[in-house]
């Protein structure tokens, strides 16, 4: 059975002080089911990705929370919150994915959220994304790793700090044509570069942001779509890879196997080959996590991601664009509600809805990563 | 298609101070492969039910960190957590059904895990439960909630403190033959009676402990589970449902909605009546909680919970045995590890690997609750 995409929408991404966590959300759902053209009492299920309410709100129980401020709990439907890190809003896809594959669902909702302002400890609550008692103990974070990992990719093929910048730039550059993007201007290379370090080699400028903002989808069954929709976007594979979770236990830095693996199957499920993908969102949670992804997903060679974006391969105009929405770079990061809003971008893309980001696509990928790359999605999704 | 479970284990539940939030996991999983015969390479897929280890652990990203230790990583399966409060576990074990029957995996384990004893602040984290900005905020806790209920519930149906500690005693009897069992001692009706009150009218021996816990299922597609295992034991339904989740949008504090629809649900997809139920492991966080879910689940009429106990037809000899684990309130409460653990036994009781607690048994039925009744998931099982 085909599970097709019927609606999307997305609150706008950023530091949203006027919001509250499930004021967030509703603007993101609501916008999903209009785009949709359904009614509430038509949703059979709702999941939602979300990171860390818990230590950013106290709240836990949020699926139950967002289904009962959405006007969802008169319903009584099935309510289930997805965490896994930074992937949680991708992993709530692939879930509301499956329950419409198992036949016992018609119409699901697949949201991501995340109220990240509230706090002061932010890039600790992130860093519970890394094994607290093998790393974070030790005085690592999130950023840290990161760090490491971009030496050593830097080292072994030979890439610079002016190369991760490229891709900082582009990232704004896409950006300042999304309505929702956190960042709407444009930075130089010489920005990046002269922005302080926050983990050498990675600096302010290399890193996404800690945002706010939510995002939502509508997943129907492909009987239900037709009769609803006039421009269905078809999921033809969502599929999902662990790695260890500490760097210590992995025999390659350079490469993050969960998305090899993942983005394999995702591949072979969906009967294409890299060289298939027209457009792609990515994890760019630092600069870095997205040279090594092109090498990962099979964009080119291992090693030669640097060359992509040096010669503007991943550009608007490029042969794959990568992250026109600006990325979690530039669009803003929301943990949970990344994976989401990811897809949400190459929903717009391949219905022709993404304005002046807007590029000509007929197959178009998304990947979310958990944190260094313990967890990997892959969605594979066609107009 | 079916599904089907053919495997089981389950860490101790109490107090686990020698043993950390992966130690746990480990020894529940390895007991669950080891008695599903198989090898860890056949299993295709983790979903982990876990409350908070974000608030408990400062760790996220739970599902990768478990599936790591367990020597999971290597095969880079999917490793998803789930969170409903303290119903994550049932949550989790719902998902795993669905993936099954998805017809994507064939070999599924489903998980619960909670580590609470590190930390100091346990009864606010178990409040996150609750809705945090509508209730928590005014000085309400999980205790305090479940006492306005009991209140409203006794003044409406004449039910007294006696009959709150009928439930209490009758789960501590049982826990005596369970050896992952918290709490394996009797205490008598005077001892619930003199102990102090939590939140009046519900005292400490009205109230499940907060437990350390952990516990594990293997799921298997039918074809698989014939193939493998002797005694499967067989998913009839697993319907969850959803309720407003702060209690002042309720129309009625006597009864949880989502109980009564989730059952409904369940036993309709089952094809059978709550009289055919012969075992049962209900949700007694506080004893009140156990007398409302036999008026829900439809083993009396409303109002009528207090004779069921009062009578003796929930106790081991009785018509309808409910929590021969010792429940919630004995067995213990290892918030996300309890569905989970709650499964389990009706399994043991199905396969007639009980011990001293078994009865006879084809049909029996799990009830998991999210904090005050906002998710519920009904699971029906028959040998």
Partial sequence: MRVAIIGSGCSRFGELWEKGFREIYLEAGLKAIEDAGIEGKEINALYVGNMSAGMFLGQEHVAALIADYAGLAELNIPAVRVEAA???GAVAFREAYLAIKSG????VVAAGVEKVTDVSDQS????????QEWECFFGANLASLYALIAKIHMKKFGGGEEDLALIAVKNHKNAVNNPIAHYRREISVEDVLSSPYVAEPLKVLDSAPISDGAAALVLASEEFARRVCDDPVFVEACC????????????????????????????????IDSKDVDVAELHDVFTIAEIIQYEDLGFCKKGEGYKLIREGI?????????????????????AGASGIRQIA???DQLRGKAGKRQVDAE???????????ATAVVTVLRR
Wanted: net charge positive; with cysteine.
């Fill in 240 to 271: 999902q890879a662990s790695d260890y979770l500490a760097l210590q236990s992995r025999e390659d830095l350079t490469s993050m196997k969960a998305v090899v693996k993942a983005s394999r199957k995702a591949y072979k499920r969906a009967g």
């Fill in 345 to 347: 971008e190459i929903v």
């Fill in 363 to 373: 197959i178009g990928l998304s990947l979310s990563v958990g944190g260094t790359g």
């Fill in 104 to 107: 016992l669902f018609d119409v």
């Fill in 86 to 88: 930074d992937a949680s």
């Fill in 124 to 131: 600790k609550i992130v860093s519970s994304a890394a094994d």
């Fill in 314 to 334: 991943t550009c608007l105009n490029g042969d794959i664009p990568v992250n026109t929405s600006g990325g979690l770079k530039a669009c803003g990061h929301a």
